[in-house]
Every structure is written in C-alpha cells, then in structure tokens.
C-alpha cells in the first residue's frame, strides 16, 4: 500500500468531519475533568485546516502534515493546539518521499507521538492522548492495526488517573473518565483507518 498527498488530504478532512460531528461529546469530556472547550477548539482548528487545504493545495505529503501543523498551533486554543501542532509537524519531518509505504506510515505517526511525548513532557498511562497514540505505534510496528485497537486504548483511559495537565488537579477523582485528548485521537486513527488508499 502507498499513501499520498491526496490519501492525506482525505484522511485529515474526514477527522475535522469526525470531530464536529462529536464537537459536543468531546467538550462534555473535557466538561469533566479539564476546562470544558476541547470540542470545540478542535472543531474550529480542523474547520480553519478545511479551508487553507482549500485556498492554497499542498505541494505534496510533507506539506499536508506541515500544513495541519501550523495550523492546529495558530487556531487551537488550550493544550491540544500545541499537541497536535507538533505532533503534525513532527510527521512532517519524517516523510521522506512523495509517496510512503506501511513501514513509512508507521514511522510518520511514531514521530507524530515522540513529538507530543516531548511537547507534553508525558508518557503512556497518564491519562493522555498518548494513550491513544502509544498503542497505535505499537500495532503498526505489528501490521495489526484496526479499529477495535484504538477503540481499546480509548476506554482504558477511564481507569486511568490523570497525572498530567488540568485533569491531574482531579487526582482519584478524574478515573471513570474517558480523557478527551485520547477521543479526538481515536477519531484521528479511526479516519486514517477508513481512509482508502487510492
């Protein structure tokens, strides 16, 4: 399987559809156990990435990932803007060709998570949206990724215990919660999963 330019540009305008779509939900989540605007910072970055896609095409791959980067830092408010923004631009630095394989998706998306574990100064089990990312690194380095994986990953961040950013303020209080961060990134990898290779 390849993927390319326009695989990309499909897959990141089938996530900003996802996430209005559950603008409400993720906000509620985050209603919670953070400040409440996840959905809807989200829903305006990808709404705002919809349309430089539109004004001004990417050259090529590199420059899609570029694109949402730069993006999701200006137009996010909040802690995901800076998350997500690195985590694009990191992808970014990691294609090296027009077109990638599988092997080359899973490097793209392993540095997607190295960026937002250095930005966030996190690792896996603190109730974050590396919870999410970690587990889909390690099933494409296995060729196994699917659906039901990320939708796993997802819900065990209810058990988890925020230690990290406003949800930590929580402490025991914030298990039994999805983390909001960890839903957008389902969707994020849900959309590259549906996303058809042309």
């Given at each position: 399987?390849?993927?390319?330019?326009?695989?990309a540009?499909?897959w990141?305008?089938?996530?900003?559809?996802?996430?209005?779509?559950?603008?409400?939900?993720?906000?509620?989540?985050?209603?919670?156990?953070?400040?409440?605007?996840?959905?809807?910072?989200?829903?305006?970055?990808l709404?705002?990435?919809?349309?430089?896609?539109t004004?001004?095409?990417?050259?090529?791959?590199?420059?899609?990932?570029?694109?949402?980067?730069?993006?999701?830092?200006?137009?996010?408010?909040?802690?995901?803007?800076?998350?997500?923004?690195?985590?694009?631009?990191?992808?970014?630095?990691a294609?090296?060709s027009?077109?990638?394989?599988?092997?080359?998706?899973?490097?793209?998306i392993?540095?997607?998570?190295?960026?937002?574990?250095?930005?966030?100064?996190?690792?896996?089990g603190?109730?974050?949206?590396i919870?999410v990312?970690?587990?889909?690194?390690?099933?494409?380095?296995?060729?196994?990724?699917?659906?039901?994986?990320?939708e796993?990953?997802?819900?065990?961040?209810?058990?988890?215990?925020?230690?990290?950013?406003?949800?930590?303020?929580l402490?025991?209080?914030?298990?039994?919660?999805?983390?909001p961060?960890?839903y957008?990134?389902?969707?994020?990898?849900?959309?590259?999963?549906?996303?058809?290779?042309?």
């Open positions: 399987m390849t993927y390319d330019k326009d695989w540009l499909r990141l305008n089938d996530f900003g559809e996802r996430v209005q779509e559950n603008k409400q939900l993720l906000s509620d989540l985050d209603q919670a156990i953070g400040d409440g605007d996840h959905g809807i910072n989200m829903a305006r970055g709404s705002e990435l919809k349309k430089a896609f004004e001004k095409e990417p050259a090529d791959l590199t420059d899609v990932f570029k694109t949402a980067g730069m993006t999701m830092v200006s137009k996010v408010g909040g802690a995901s803007g800076p998350l997500y923004g690195t985590a694009f631009l990191n992808m970014s630095k294609v090296d027009e077109t990638i394989d599988a092997e080359g998706l899973t490097k793209v392993e540095a997607g998570l190295e960026g937002i574990e250095k930005r966030g100064k996190s690792h896996a603190e109730k974050t949206m919870d990312w970690e587990p889909v690194v390690n099933a494409l380095h296995q060729e196994d990724l699917t659906d039901d994986v990320v796993a990953a997802l819900q065990k961040t209810k058990d988890l215990k925020a230690t990290k950013g406003r949800a930590s303020y402490g025991e209080r914030s298990i039994g919660h999805l983390d961060g960890a957008s990134s389902a969707l994020l990898f849900h959309a590259m999963l549906q996303t058809e290779v042309s």
